[in-house]
């Protein structure tokens, strides 16, 4: 697994740059989001570690312009203790936060469950009630049938496969499929949905597998 560190503070990357080393991980470390920003487009990373208070731009919108390609996982860093800067950090998305100063330990077992959630069960190719997921290819299979869909469908579906069980909100969902597509709203997203939901059930009519949560958003459900 490749990590990507990004801290500004060379004595704190040190420190976590061995510990996730001496664990297995391939780890490497920018000390500014532009830097980063390079490096992600260079080669393919499995999570982030994001300081939020960076010189050159914040880890809120470093973390934005990672996503914009792929649907990376994120772990904030801050020293800030702020409760609005927590809840902004996990409404955009993030799927772990840890204040400094922190033990670099547990920095890694946080690391290690958030890769862990996020791994899909493995499924045979022919399992009926299987998603299987071409990154690379930018594919989808259903129950053993390619879906034909559009630029915003697949990510859609990326985005709820990447998360199963989880709820993303409109917001999260904008914000990794459209980015800064500003004249798009919560319309949008909804009506994308109901498109994918079409494409799923002409494969199998008798299941839902997109779930609506009143008020909160989406999320994949596994069929039985």
Known sequence: MRILLVEDETAIAQIVLHALRAEGFEAVHCPTGGEA????RAQA??????????P??????LCREL????????????AQDAEADRILGLEIGADDYVTKPFSPRELVARVRVVLRRLQPVAQAPGDAASFVHDPDGKRIR?????????????????ALLQRPGSVLSRAQLMDRVWGDALESGDRTVDTHIKTLRAKLRDVAPDADAIRT?????????GDE
């Open 213 to 221: 949560h009143r008020g909160l958003g989406y999320s994949l459900e």
């Open 56 to 61: 050159d731009i914040g880890g809120f919108a």
């Open 142 to 158: 259903y129950r053993g049938r390619a879906l034909d869909l559009t630029r915003y469908e697949y990510g859609l579906l990326a």
């Open 67 to 78: 996503r914009r390609e792929r649907d990376l996982p994120v772990i904030f860093l801050t």
């Open 37 to 40: 920003l390079a490096a992600a």
């Open 45 to 54: 990373f499995d999570l982030a570690v994001l300081d939020v208070g960076l």
